[in-house]
Nanobody, 121 residues
Framework: QVQLAESGGGLVQAGGSLRLSCVASGRILSINSMGWYRQAPGKPRELVAVITSDGTINYADSVKGRFTGSRDSAKNTVYLQMNSLKPEDTAVYYC???????????????WGQGTKVTVSS
């Protein structure tokens, strides 16, 4: 059983910063990618930043230059440093990881429970 545990959300004023962390635990044979998605009220879930196994990072256009993703493969952990936060960044942020947990099957997507980020104006 694989679990993703997020931390670091909260309330911050516009222009402020937050750092999210996500640790994957359980039966993990390999991790292909780890990253972050978010979902604002009334909107679909969207990609924020994803880090592949070779270190390539893909960002949403709306966060480029403000958010920085990083990954510690030895700790099965992914981070999201969020600077210059805007009210429109308010959302529930979900950790995602594509993990292989069995020798007999391919990789599957796993999700954290979500951490709420609220940016006040």
């Amino acid at each position: 059983q694989v679990q993703l545990a997020e931390s670091g959300g909260g309330l911050v004023q516009a222009g402020g910063s937050l750092r999210l962390s996500c640790v994957a635990s359980g039966r993990i044979l390999s991790i292909n990618s780890m990253g972050w998605y978010r979902q604002a009220p009334g909107k679909p879930r969207e990609l924020v930043a994803v880090i592949t196994s070779d270190g390539t990072i893909n960002y949403a256009d709306s966060v480029k230059g403000r958010f920085t993703g990083s990954r510690d493969s030895a700790k099965n952990t992914v981070y999201l440093q969020m600077n210059s936060l805007k009210p429109e960044d308010t959302a529930v942020y979900y950790c995602n990881a594509r993990i292989r947990d069995s020798w007999y099957s391919g990789s599957a997507d796993y999700w954290g429970q979500g951490t709420k980020v609220t940016v006040s104006s």
